[in-house]
């Protein structure tokens, strides 16, 4: 998701614009700011998800709903607030994408409907629209789950029905709005077991509140795009995921664990980080807080200097980017496929690492789209990886449940026959591979393919991102988990001991032979003295592994 | 009607257990105003008894169940998003809560409300 930063006019201008009551132009600049900083909070919302393995899109959802209504408006600006609203409400309900983005279009639905026909929006307008908002949005279910979005825009209208009767700035109602949108936030797991049960808040609410908040962040004349001092959980620190996109000035990788001075202030700290570095992120848990900053090469010990001035430094971590940068594009030379046969059937495999991809190249696959969990492709670069292969006859092979659906709309947007065969893992995948006639028909190939795929079990081992308990597994956050088909199976303090309790859990006589593929984080040693043991424990089992390359995932195991 | 074993004997879970389960989920999901008869069967049975139960089929075989739901849906949103959404809700819930694969969810929207005609 490329987050294109939307230029918001000069302090002057802004202030013009809005002034209460808002027009047309100053409505339009109150969404985008809401958009822009639900944008720069996305992946925070996106992690908010409720299972312990990251599949979360409802910060991308909201974002690409949002997204859609500005465009919408932005074809026809006006000076009209009614009109304005009209054509956001009618972008959001065309782009809304996931539930949080139907809901969140029906939020906007009804605010437009309350601002019909008038010119300007004053406090009082506000109000009543977002009473109609309300009102929409819970008419939209017929039992309404409480401790969702719907709850955020039920307290956050009540703040305002409050309000507006107090104020006539718009600043003054916009604090009342987001006070009690974070407040709302915060009860939602009271509301919903689920979400305590899995230690979240939830997302669509949180992204519900980063629109407003967004809004009042730009009267305030605060930063839209900067990640600000917001405080994540340590483990929502991205820090494997910032190495991915490296810009000039980021020479070097920074991470300081440091206990604060008593007088410690997150937000001035924060401001003289800016000064050093960028990609700076702040977490804090139990007292320790972490910094993380990329820095050029000659400012690398500023940031240790920094915060020994504001605290007592526990623990510095250095990493010479660059280098890193460099090894790993020698790595990952794109994998090739081998050309098909003008006529025969095509296929396409999504796959979410290298060593993954060879082995789907080396079994014919005729392209190869990178993917997976937390890193879905989209319809149009699926739809670019078979357009040019010399057939009309392609097999999707997506390798994980939530690249479905974009396969399906791929196969719609295409003139070309295209048959999708629904694995949900690289496994499943390489056993509809292994049933591949690239000179039959699509029909009967579909029905091998399919038939494979239930023919293989999977298991995974990947690190839990938060403390759950689901189906009476008890998970801690940071803990190892095993999966068994995608099932919550067992939890473990290490991927030695998750293996061995998942295999204590299949019944392991059904099967002659098991295939480990490691992924990212896993060293070739480690893999071997496991893989020993493996052997040694099951000595009545073919085992073999492979180099997968893929991230989350410690192990991917296939049961045949 | 869908059977299990276990150590004590057999299990039998009967359409009418799946179809409370999908149906309280279906109408948990957004979007979903009401189910709506399937057939004119359905429609007169609605008819002469309050309770009955309607919109929601269910087939079972031995290794799953295919459920279809018939499904008047709020006017004013993305159709297709709502009976993904519904779809995926449906088949999560009976996994869950029943423990046998669901295979397939079909969606017939049978019709919409209007609440608010814009």
């Known amino acids: 998701m490329n987050s294109k930063p939307i230029t918001l006019p000069s302090e002057d201008e802004r202030h013009r614009l809005l002034q209460s009551p808002v027009n047309g132009e100053g409505l339009m600049l109150l969404f985008e700011a809401g958009l822009t900083w639900l944008m720069t909070n996305q992946q925070y919302v996106n992690s908010l998800n409720v299972f312990p393995v990251p599949d979360g899109d409802t910060g991308t959802n909201m974002v690409l709903t949002m997204q859609a209504a500005l465009n919408e408006a932005s074809q026809t600006p006006s000076r009209n607030v009614g009109e304005m609203a009209r054509m956001f409400a009618q972008g959001a309900l065309m782009g809304a994408r996931g539930n949080s983005g139907v809901i969140l279009s029906q939020i906007w639905r009804g605010f437009a409907r309350a601002l019909d026909h008038y010119e300007t929006m004053d406090n009082g307008l506000f109000m009543r629209a977002l009473q109609e908002a309300r009102n929409t949005a819970y008419k939209g279910v017929v039992r309404p789950v409480e401790g969702t979005i719907l709850t955020v825009i039920k307290d956050i209208t009540s703040a305002a029905e409050v309000e507006a009767t107090q104020t006539t700035k718009l600043s003054e109602l916009l604090v009342a709005i987001v006070e009690a949108g974070d407040a709302s936030v915060k009860t939602t797991p009271e509301l919903l077991p689920i979400l305590k049960q899995a230690g979240v808040v939830d997302s669509g609410g949180t992204g519900l509140f980063f629109i407003f908040e967004g809004m009042l962040r730009l009267i305030q004349g605060q930063p839209l795009d900067v990640t600000t001092a917001k405080v994540k959980p340590l483990s929502e620190l991205e820090l494997a995921n910032t190495l991915e996109t490296i810009e000039e000035g980021q020479d070097y990788e920074v991470v300081i664990d440091f206990a604060p001075k008593a007088e410690f202030r997150l937000e001035d700290y924060y401001e003289g980080l800016e000064t050093i570095g960028t990609s700076i992120q702040v977490g804090e848990g139990e007292g320790i807080y972490r910094m993380h900053i990329h820095t050029l090469l000659d400012k690398r010990y500023e940031p240790i200097a920094y915060t020994e001035a504001v605290g007592t430094v526990k623990k510095i971590m250095m990493e010479n980017l660059q280098d890193q940068m460099n090894q790993r594009q020698a790595e990952e030379e794109p994998v090739k496929c081998a050309p098909i046969n003008a006529g025969e059937i095509g296929v396409v495999a999504v796959s979410p690492g290298v060593g993954l991809s060879k082995i789907f190249a080396s079994l014919g696959a005729a392209a190869i789209v990178e993917g997976g969990q937390t890193m879905n492709p989209s319809v149009k670069e699926l739809v670019a990886a078979f357009e040019n292969l010399p057939t009309d006859r392609i097999i999707i092979l997506p390798n994980n449940k939530n690249i479905i659906l974009a396969a399906q709309n791929a196969a719609k947007v295409s003139v070309k026959q295209i048959g999708i065969i629904p694995t949900r893992n690289a496994p499943q995948g390489f056993a509809a591979m292994l049933r591949l006639v690239p000179d039959g028909t699509l029909e009967e190939n579909e029905e091998a393919m399919n038939e494979a795929i239930t023919e293989v079990h999977t298991g995974e081992i990947t690190v839990a991102t938060r403390t759950v308990e689901i189906e009476g597994v008890q998970v801690e956050k940071g803990e190892v988990i095993g999966l068994y088909d995608g099932k919550l199976t067992i939890s473990a303090s290490s991927v030695e001991e998750a293996l061995k309790a998942l295999f204590g859990k299949v019944n392991m006589g059904e099967f002659e032979r098991i295939t480990l593929f490691y992924g990212e984080g896993m060293t070739q040693t480690r893999v071997n003295t496991l893989v020993d043991q493996v052997r040694k424990d099951y000595p009545g089992h073919e085992i073999e592994v492979h180099d997968g390359g893929q991230p989350h995932y410690q192990l991917i195991i296939a049961f045949e | ?118």
Request: proline fraction near 3%; charge should be negative.
């Open chain 2, 1 to 118: 009607m869908t059977t299990q074993e276990n150590a004590q004997g057999k299990i039998y879970i009967l359409p009418q257990a799946i179809k409370t389960v999908a149906r309280h989920s279906a109408l948990q999901s957004y979007g979903v105003i009401s189910l709506a008869p399937a057939n004119l069967a359905e429609s007169v049975g609605r008819f002469v008894n309050k309770d009955a139960d309607f919109g929601i089929e269910v087939e079972t075989d031995d290794d799953g169940v295919n459920i279809s739901l018939n499904l008047i849906i709020e006017y004013g949103l993305r159709i297709r998003t709502v009976t993904d959404s519904v779809a995926e809700s449906v088949k999560y819930n009976v996994e869950k809560t029943i423990g046998i694969p669901v295979k397939r969810v079909d969606v017939n929207v049978r019709g919409l409300r209007i609440s608010n005609p814009d």
